[in-house]
């Protein structure tokens, strides 16, 4: 069963990348994609995705604050942020909201899928 994804980057390329790369995969659909936090709480509480990836920096409403708010509304929805980390203490603070992976942007792409599958398939025992 493919998993959905939804995409939350101010950036027009970025979300149309993100886009393609989950769209190609077998595993994956793109259930919705926003242009900040706010749109993707709006999303995430009406399409009910089961993978949520995030930028840091966003107008209207940042991912970390949006990832606060998505904890609340779906604690089971694993949360990804997706960014070009400046600081450690951005990170820290991802981590203390509860967004289980990070990724740079400056990583390959395949490192987004390959730690988007280990949060949406459980591992064998």
Do not use: W
């Not at 989950?22 to 919705?32: A, N, Q, S, T, Y």
Request: net charge neutral.
């Amino acid at each position: 069963m493919r998993k959905m994804v939804l995409i939350a980057d101010d950036n027009t390329f970025i979300r149309h990348a993100l886009f393609e790369l989950f769209k190609r995969e077998l595993d994956f659909d793109v259930c919705g994609v926003a242009e900040n936090g706010q749109e993707a709480i709006e999303l995430a509480a009406r399409l009910r995705p089961d993978l949520i990836v995030l930028d840091l920096s966003m107008p209207v409403m940042n991912g970390l604050d949006a990832a606060l708010v998505l904890k609340r509304l779906m604690p089971s929805v694993p949360l990804m942020m997706y960014s070009a980390f400046d600081d450690r203490s951005s990170e820290r603070r991802a981590r203390a909201i509860g967004i289980s992976e990070l990724v740079s942007k400056s990583e390959r792409f395949s490192v987004l899928v390959d730690k988007a599958r280990g949060l949406v398939y459980p591992k064998a025992a």
